[in-house]
């Protein structure tokens, strides 16, 4: 068997080959082409083993590799091997991979499929236009700011807001800006509503995003967007390794009889994590046992942990609804929160 560790950049790899007994066959620089990749490999003729850390083009180096080699990809922050290197190159480094590959060492990544890997595009494209027209919306207000202008529309962006905005007094300069910035929120509020049609088509055909949108605060966005960013369920063992993959735990340092704790760690995925805190806000208003659950919490945490931990809770939920195939119970769910929980429901 011979392994090959690469340090894998947009323009070129910088490849290093061990054989079993961890002697350096090959050490060398490979344009990032498939011709070139394929020539590389094809020298071997024993069979290959490639790791390369994740990042954001792998999927085309896996695809111009073929399927000629077996490839590895590493979770680029556990390896501490090459993060805590005092001397840090493009040799180093891959021949760091190519001794932990050997050797078996290496914090594997999961490979998420074509399909969700386009699926993670989609829903991910939807919250980038969102995210943009609300910059948008903000610098109209700050155009209406800088003037000293005021409104009193609940939301300025609706109807009547709309017809008042077309009519304000601005001087000319900032009419035509103000003009920009609306056509603008035009443009992208059309590519929302087409996104979200894609959204309704995607969530009436897979039954999963159906158990998902009986989870109190989770729509047919928030369901497309956990099946994408979760993959298969069955890669998390248990509801723990799902709520680490969130970030949604608290971290923790403990050595001999030290122990120290603090805020939830933000690590793995930022967009898992953003939606299930957004979905524990709306779950909050609308769900009795979810609102009794944070406000137990509330007397004694700060409103923003107390959000968190619901988040968490609900998460636990989302492991739960695709590990079994079932829909969400609101009395299971305030039994699980505590006796408390259950007798506060049963009360309403």
């Given at each position: 068997?011979?392994?090959v560790?690469?340090?894998?950049h947009?323009?070129f790899?910088?490849?290093?080959?061990?054989?079993?007994?961890?002697?350096?066959?090959n050490?060398?620089?490979?344009?990032?082409e498939?011709?070139?990749?394929r020539?590389?490999?094809s020298?071997f003729r024993?069979p290959?083993r490639?790791?390369v850390?994740?990042?954001?083009f792998?999927p085309?180096?896996?695809e111009?590799?073929g399927?000629?080699?077996?490839?590895?990809l590493v979770?680029?922050a556990?390896?501490?091997?090459?993060a805590?290197a005092?001397l840090k190159?493009d040799?180093?480094?891959s021949?760091?991979?190519?001794?932990?590959?050997?050797?078996d060492l290496?914090?594997?990544?999961?490979m998420a499929?074509?399909?969700?890997r386009?699926?993670r595009?989609?829903?991910?494209?939807?919250?980038?236009l969102?995210r943009?027209?609300?910059?948008?919306?903000?610098?109209?207000?700050?155009?209406?700011?800088?003037?000293?202008?005021?409104?009193?529309?609940?939301?300025?962006?609706?109807?009547?807001?709309?017809?008042?905005?077309?009519t304000v007094?601005?001087?000319?300069?900032?009419?035509?800006v103000?003009r920009?910035?609306?056509?603008?929120?035009?443009?992208?509020?059309?590519?929302?509503l087409?996104?979200?049609?894609?959204?309704?088509?995607?969530?009436k055909?897979d039954?999963?995003a159906?158990w998902?949108?009986?989870i109190?605060?989770?729509g047919p966005y928030?369901a497309?967007?956990l099946?994408?960013?979760i993959?298969?369920i069955h890669?998390?063992?248990d509801?723990?390794?799902?709520?680490?993959?969130?970030?949604?735990?608290?971290?923790?340092?403990e050595s001999?009889?030290?122990?120290?704790?603090?805020g939830?760690?933000?690590?793995?995925?930022?967009?898992?994590?953003?939606?299930?805190?957004?979905?524990?806000?709306?779950?909050v208003?609308?769900?009795?046992?979810?609102r009794s659950y944070?406000?137990?919490?509330?007397?004694?945490?700060?409103?923003?942990?107390a959000?968190?931990?619901?988040?968490r809770?609900l998460?636990?939920?989302?492991?739960?609804?695709?590990?079994?195939?079932?829909?969400?119970?609101e009395?299971?769910?305030a039994?699980?929160?505590?006796?408390d929980?259950a007798r506060?429901?049963?009360k309403?």
């Amino acid at each position: 068997m011979i392994h090959v560790g690469v340090d894998l950049h947009q323009e070129f790899c910088y490849m290093t080959a061990l054989d079993s007994r961890g002697r350096q066959l090959n050490a060398q620089a490979v344009a990032n082409e498939r011709t070139a990749l394929r020539a590389y490999f094809s020298r071997f003729r024993k069979p290959v083993r490639v790791a390369v850390e994740a990042c954001g083009f792998w999927p085309a180096f896996r695809e111009a590799i073929g399927d000629q080699v077996e490839l590895r990809l590493v979770h680029s922050a556990r390896v501490k091997a090459i993060a805590a290197a005092k001397l840090k190159n493009d040799r180093i480094d891959s021949g760091t991979l190519a001794h932990l590959l050997r050797c078996d060492l290496l914090p594997e990544a999961w490979m998420a499929d074509e399909g969700t890997r386009e699926l993670r595009q989609q829903v991910r494209l939807r919250a980038t236009l969102v995210r943009q027209r609300t910059r948008l919306k903000n610098q109209v207000h700050a155009v209406l700011h800088q003037h000293g202008v005021r409104h009193r529309f609940t939301d300025l962006f609706g109807a009547a807001g709309r017809v008042w905005l077309e009519t304000v007094p601005l001087p000319l300069v900032p009419r035509q800006v103000l003009r920009t910035y609306l056509e603008l929120i035009d443009q992208f509020s059309v590519r929302i509503l087409e996104q979200d049609k894609s959204v309704k088509q995607f969530t009436k055909k897979d039954p999963r995003a159906k158990w998902l949108m009986t989870i109190p605060g989770i729509g047919p966005y928030s369901a497309m967007l956990l099946l994408a960013e979760i993959g298969q369920i069955h890669r998390f063992p248990d509801k723990q390794g799902l709520s680490n993959y969130a970030g949604l735990v608290p971290w923790l340092r403990e050595s001999a009889d030290k122990r120290r704790s603090g805020g939830i760690t933000r690590v793995g995925s930022p967009w898992l994590r953003w939606i299930m805190v957004e979905a524990a806000q709306t779950a909050v208003r609308t769900s009795p046992a979810v609102r009794s659950y944070f406000e137990r919490l509330r007397q004694r945490k700060h409103r923003n942990v107390a959000v968190v931990a619901v988040a968490r809770k609900l998460l636990v939920a989302v492991w739960a609804l695709l590990q079994h195939g079932e829909c969400f119970d609101e009395r299971k769910f305030a039994q699980s929160c505590g006796k408390d929980g259950a007798r506060r429901l049963g009360k309403r």
